[in-house]
């Protein structure tokens, strides 16, 4: 079976926690074990069997979609900023 999953996080240096959100799953995995290019944020094609995963491959089109969503959605909140509303004490 082939899942899309997103690189959530790296803990101590060398594990990686994969989500898959369409069945509301994790995955821990070691960092050599990624592509060599996928880092927090990239966007994985899995394919698992009996729940362990035997390839991994970056889904480049998911990745390029959502970095565009986030970098929208950031630029949207920063036009709608008008700076903070408390004030320093100097």
Known sequence: MTIRAVIDRIVDGDRVVLLVEEQKKEFTVRQEQLPTAAEEGTWLLLTVEDEQIVEMTIDTKMTNRMEAKVGATLK???????????????
Do not use: P
């Open 76 to 90: 949207r909140l920063r036009q709608k900023s008008n700076g903070s509303r408390f004030k320093r004490k100097d």
